[in-house]
């Protein structure tokens, strides 16, 4: 007896894009240096939120799946962020 058996899950693949946000209104201080400092997740998670925002309501929407942010450092004028964006593509 044989019983072919298919699994057909859909194709897809990841997409990471980084990239960089200056926030004027806000300064560098060394506690941003530190990943795992109080001062370093709550910034990241508000500009994390923020990005989701953007992308969720731009014609990206459907395929963004999540932004990080890696570092802080000094900008021109204001707090530098770089971050990940991961989106899907079928």
């Not at 370093?40 to 932004?67: V, W």
């Amino acid at each position: 007896f044989f019983c072919p058996f298919f699994s057909s899950a859909p194709a897809f693949s990841f997409i990471y894009i980084g990239g960089s946000v200056e926030i004027p209104n806000l300064t560098y201080t060394n506690d941003l240096s530190d990943p795992k400092s109080q001062k370093f997740l709550l910034q990241a998670e508000a500009i994390q939120n923020c990005l989701a925002e953007s992308y969720e309501s731009s014609f990206l929407g459907k395929y963004y799946l999540k932004s990080v942010v890696a570092a802080f450092s000094e900008g021109e004028s204001g707090l530098r962020a770089y971050y990940w964006n991961t989106f899907w593509a079928p």
